[in-house]
């Protein structure tokens, strides 16, 4: 039986680590060639197929998943910082939702990762409600008796929903619920990077607010230009494009500018 355990644990570090060389061989061929437009799409293309082979491991990974989480974190971080591939070339952050998908749905306790996937996902991708759909699974496995910090991940679900998706109604059950964690991390005797108690008073003042019948044009207005501003690449544009219709606006160019403008 150990003979068998640890030859499966083998073979999962073998996988990640044929991964791993699969990764990093076409970044050192960039490097000594130069970057073009045709690698990097290519590169990406591979990315993405990397992504859901990982997606296709075993659901517990073979006791791995922590693992499996973290270089997919590193894998991402690559991603991101690469500002020549996802604005110079326009190939954008469409890969971020598959990213996450792996990270939270491997490790949902990495709570510093909530907090990139709304960065990236919401204000880089312009898919907000993937966000939140990954929001959603991710605290499924949170305790806040356990993770004290945890109530950051439902006010960053809740800042998605109101400034993105103008969902008050999710706002508002998202707030309430970070603020009852926030109570219960501020009782745990744990010194934490925030204050709960602060927080926790936020996050009532939000959700209280937010039960009379307020109109969130403006700040979903706001929100989608800052997301036109990073976006890059056509897809994302067309995203914009789509939530800006539903808000009765369009995104007009002149002069090479892009603005936001009634329909």
């Known amino acids: 039986m150990r003979f068998r355990k640890l030859a499966i644990n ?21 490097r000594l060639s130069g970057q073009t437009i045709e690698e990097t799409r ?6 993405e197929a990397r992504l859901k082979l990982i997606q296709q491991l075993p659901p517990r990974g073979l006791g791995f998943n922590n693992m499996i989480a ?15 591939a996802r604005n110079d070339f326009q190939t954008g952050y469409s890969l971020s939702p598959l990213y996450f998908d792996n990270i939270i749905g491997r ?10 996937m709304s960065a990236s996902l919401s204000m880089f991708a312009g898919v907000p409600s993937k966000a939140i759909d990954i929001y959603s699974k991710g605290l499924k496995s949170l305790d806040p008796y356990r993770q004290p910090s945890a109530y950051t991940a439902w006010r960053y679900k809740a800042t998605d929903q109101l400034l993105f998706l103008g969902d008050a109604k999710g706002a508002r059950e998202s707030y309430f619920k970070a603020a009852e ?30 039960e009379e019948e307020q109109d969130l044009t403006n700040a979903q207005i706001g929100a989608w230009s800052l997301v036109l501003q990073n976006a890059s690449d056509k897809k994302t544009v067309q995203i914009i494009a789509q939530e800006l219709d539903k808000l009765g606006l369009k995104i007009e160019i002149k002069d090479g500018a892009q603005t936001i403008v009634p329909k």
């Open 10 to 30: 083998l073979g999962v570090i073998a996988i990640l680590g044929a991964i791993t060389l699969s990764l990093q061989f076409p970044k050192l061929n960039q």
């Open 42 to 47: 290519k590169a990406v293309r591979d990315e």
């Open 70 to 84: 973290n270089f997919v974190f590193l894998q991402f971080l690559q991603y991101f910082g690469d500002d020549v």
């Open 107 to 116: 490790d949902p306790r990495f709570l510093s990762s909530y907090i990139y």
């Open 181 to 210: 964690w926030a109570d219960i991390a501020s009782l745990s005797g744990k010194k934490l990077v925030e204050d709960p108690k602060l927080s926790a008073e936020l996050s009532r003042q939000s959700a209280k607010w937010l």
